[in-house]
């Protein structure tokens, strides 16, 4: 790779037109976490976790705790004190392969970072995670939810439902999400994790097998985007805010650039298409529960 951005960014911030907004967008991009982002990550009570399995598929998971449970033990390195879920695929993917990518989103305060770096898993399921690249990402589309602790479930007492396509459950809990997060994988730049959200029904289902959702204006960066031009692999994790259980997909993402089909999504300046390959829903997953305060006012 030359330079922070790879050949897959570079080619879609070239078709989009946007190379001098994206070249002033990466000095954002650190390897270390500044004091005040190691004092946000200390202050939180979950983060989304991008990884790659034994076979390449590319998972979006979530790993939760008391606030404290992340510590920047000091500027390039993050211990994250839980262990997956073992029905998660990151209890295993850490085991086979060190890229991972995270996200740290507030949701009261619509603050987020990302690191992507490499995990060293531990004897008791923590890990470390020494950190690549570091960076803010704007408020955009994050709708406003405050959370309360619930009595921690029991993982062994969890449900979890392994298919390879959606049920009309999934389905519906899809249609109404306002956020969903995705996963993609550089094969040299590494693991990502990011977010997506809009109104209700920003995301399509076209059949149980495909999803299609707009892609709004963001940072000019295309991190995501360019990742799945290099590899089309990746992973989506929908989360029910009501009562904690999760829907993790993997599959293959595409970019639609159709003009016809893109106008047909409001504030869309391109769009994404998903096929499934798994599905794994986990039933009271998470211990919190979140209060809904309002819808972010960038959504279209």
Known sequence: MLGIYH????AVQARAGVQEMAAQ???????????????FLHQQPMAFVASVDAEGRVWASVVAGPPGFMLAVDEGTIHIGVAPMESDPLHDNLRVNSDVGLLIMEFATRRRMRVNGRAQLQQDGSFYVYTQQVYANCPKYIQARRYEVSPVPHWSKSEVYRTDSLTAKQQQLIT?????????????????????????????ITDPNTLIWPDYVGNKMFN??????????????????????????????????????????????????????????IENRLPLRWQFEGFSPFNP
């Open 7 to 10: 050949a897959g960014e570079l």
């Open 25 to 39: 967008s990466e000095r954002v991009i650190k390897t270390t976490i500044k004091p005040v982002a190691q004092e």
């Open 176 to 204: 109404r999400s306002d956020t969903f997060f995705i996963a993609s994988a550089h094969p040299d730049g590494g693991a990502d994790a990011s977010h997506r959200g809009g109104n209700p029904g920003f995301v399509t």
């Open 224 to 281: 995501t985007l360019g990742n799945i031009v290099a590899n089309p692999r990746a992973g989506l994790l929908f989360w029910d805010f009501d009562t904690g259980s999760t829907l993790q997909l993997t599959g293959e993402a595409d970019i639609i650039w159709d003009e016809a089909q893109i106008a047909q999504h409001k504030g869309a300046e391109r769009l994404v298409s998903f096929r499934i390959e798994q599905v794994l829903e």
